[in-house]
């Protein structure tokens, strides 16, 4: 990892430029410093008269300089300390897009305590689960989500701080994050760190069980950067500012748009809003000269519904870049023919591993229905799920992944030594011999996908039954439990169907308890124990009363059988 040759404007940078992908992948290395900490490398490093967020308000925009956020990190940092927040501690962190946010997260590490980003979206059940499962000591949150945090706190035995954020969010059993800034210290000496100091524990979904905390260092804010950097394709021109819909609680939201584009000094917009309006959004776009933009697929599905956008809108943009889902062919042939001049790139990575494949289009031609090549900094491998050994070009086999340097993958699943030890496969120099593989511990992903020969990688389909709905992953197992806690419910299994706007949509087979085989109202009332229970974006769009449902010998719902029925 060589320093740019632009560092004396925007300081030290993970990935320098290259003029071609063939060169990037030669070149780069990973060489992470031996100390390294994110308040430094994200607000110390620029001019602190600079802009760092343009936060979109119904009273107007406020804009905070990179040393404004450095102060706020400081006495919100002060003020958790003299509550007794301690290296080592979590906090939670369940803000939307506003300052208050990264001044959060920041503030955290420069305590030397690890974050666990969640999303205001979350029900009793899920928020519940997060906060105990990772120990959060304390926890900052918008005055939106008062009410459910008090019904869930007496569950959370380590959760002895809890701050509002937001008007009328003084209580009498919490703080209020205006007046601890107001009464922080100004100055803050960060806690020592290093790329491996504990960082975040973030959540994510999986087919069976409940959510696995994944525990990540400082070096994954690194390892966000420098893939930003690529799709993003060098963030190129010096008006540089940065925008995503996605929730701040999303890895590539947080990590790869709002820190990947302060790691390189630029301006990131906030605005804060519940749904998606495709008007509102070119709007915005257009308002704040937005120039790089990253759109989860359902986003910029939602944004082909507006004529013209182009003729209607004075955009700034410059380059799209998505992830969450495979993008459809059509969207790229959307962007090519209503956005001229604009690239889109899509890219994959996983909460776990990073941001690790991707496209940027001025190194080379994306490939409709691809989710592009190996980012530089890391291997890709199509694995037999039998035999784990490496598959030839054009057979479907598992995604596994190698980082040049571990530290940007993620350390461990929280207090699963089980899963953790099964998310790597070591490949000998006999597993690789005869291909450019190198040998070490490789990282599994689940997901079965093609390689073609010129080195694209086709998405086919996740080996096991995660839903990706609108960007989000979606375990059914959490909505199958909280759809069997109506007792009107014997049996549920949920899978995720095509959906052209949201990719999947979630949807329901249940077997009633009553035997009566269908029911408007009890249908309602099922989307809203889902939505109530877990998230907004979890609950079933579709619910169908079933005499039985296909189960195993062990009597397991079989949701391969469900999806089968569909297709049938």
């Not at 300052?99 to 690890?114: D, E, F, M, R």
């Not at 009498?172 to 601890?180: G, P, S, Y």
Request: hydrophobic share 40%; net charge negative; proline share 7%.
């Amino acid at each position: 990892m060589t320093p740019g040759a632009d560092d004396a404007d925007h300081g030290y940078r993970v990935m320098p430029e290259y003029g071609d992908y063939e060169t990037a992948r030669e070149s780069f290395a990973w060489d992470l410093p031996a100390d390294h900490h994110p308040a430094e490398d994200l607000l110390r490093k620029h001019d602190p008269d600079a802009p760092a967020v343009h936060h979109v308000r119904e009273d107007g925009v406020e804009t905070h300089t990179f040393g404004d956020l450095d102060e706020r990190s400081n006495r919100l940092a002060g003020a958790l300390e003299s509550l007794g927040v301690s290296p080592g501690d979590r906090v939670g962190v369940c803000v939307p897009q506003r300052p208050a946010n990264p001044v959060t997260h920041l503030a955290c590490w420069k305590v030397g305590a690890a974050t666990v980003p969640l999303t205001v979206l979350f029900g009793t059940d899920a928020l519940r689960y997060r906060l105990a499962d990772a120990e959060a000591v304390a926890l900052v949150a918008d005055a939106r989500v008062r009410e459910t945090v008090a019904s869930i706190r007496d569950d959370c035995p380590d959760l002895a701080d809890v701050v509002y954020v937001g008007a009328g969010s003084t209580a009498t059993d919490a703080h209020d994050f205006d007046t601890l800034l107001a009464d922080g210290p100004a100055g803050f000496d960060p806690h020592d760190a290093t790329p491996e100091t504990e960082t975040a524990v973030m959540y994510t979904s999986g087919s069976t069980g409940p959510p696995k905390g994944v525990v990540h260092s400082h070096a994954l804010w690194l390892g966000r950067a420098a893939a930003a950097h690529n799709f993003f394709e060098g963030y190129d021109g010096a008006d540089t500012v940065v925008w995503t819909p996605a929730d701040w609680a999303w890895g590539a939201a947080l990590g790869g748009t709002l820190f990947g584009a302060w790691h390189h000094g630029h301006p990131v917009v906030a605005a804060p809003r519940e749904g998606f309006d495709p008007e509102w959004a070119f709007s915005l776009l257009a308002d704040h000269d937005v120039t790089h933009a990253f759109m989860p697929p359902t986003a910029l599905r939602m944004l082909m519904t507006v004529e013209a956008p182009a003729e209607r809108f004075d955009l700034s943009l410059s380059v799209l870049a998505t992830a969450g889902e495979p993008l459809t062919p059509e969207v790229l042939e959307w962007v090519e023919t209503d956005l001229p001049g604009v690239a889109c790139n899509e890219f994959y990575g996983q909460t776990e591993l990073n941001l690790a494949v991707g496209n940027r289009s001025d190194w080379f031609d994306p490939e409709p229905g691809s989710m592009g090549r190996p980012l530089p900094g890391y291997d890709l491998a199509i694995l037999d799920r039998e035999t784990r050994t490496p598959l030839p070009t054009g057979e479907t086999g598992e995604v596994a992944l190698y980082p040049g340097d571990r530290r940007v993958f993620f350390d461990r699943y929280l207090g699963k030594p089980e899963a953790t030890r099964a998310k790597t496969i070591t490949l000998s120099a006999e597993d690789v011999a005869g291909t450019a593989l190198p040998a070490g511990e490789w990282f599994l992903t689940d997901d079965l996908a093609t390689r073609d020969d010129d080195g694209y990688v086709h998405f086919v389909s996740r080996a096991d039954d995660v839903i990706l709905t609108s960007g989000y992953r979606v375990g059914p197992l959490e909505v199958e439990k909280a759809l069997l806690e109506h007792p009107a419910v014997e049996q549920a299994g949920v899978v995720g169907l095509p959906d052209e706007t949201r990719g999947e949509r979630i949807v329901a087979f249940v077997e009633r308890a009553d035997g009566d085989p269908t029911d408007d109202d009890l249908r309602e009332e099922l989307r809203t124990l889902v939505r109530e229970r877990l998230a907004e974006y979890e609950y079933p769009r579709e619910i169908r009363f079933v005499d039985d449902l296909p189960k195993t010998s062990t009597g397991k719902v079989r949701r391969t059988s469900l999806r089968e029925r569909e297709d049938g």
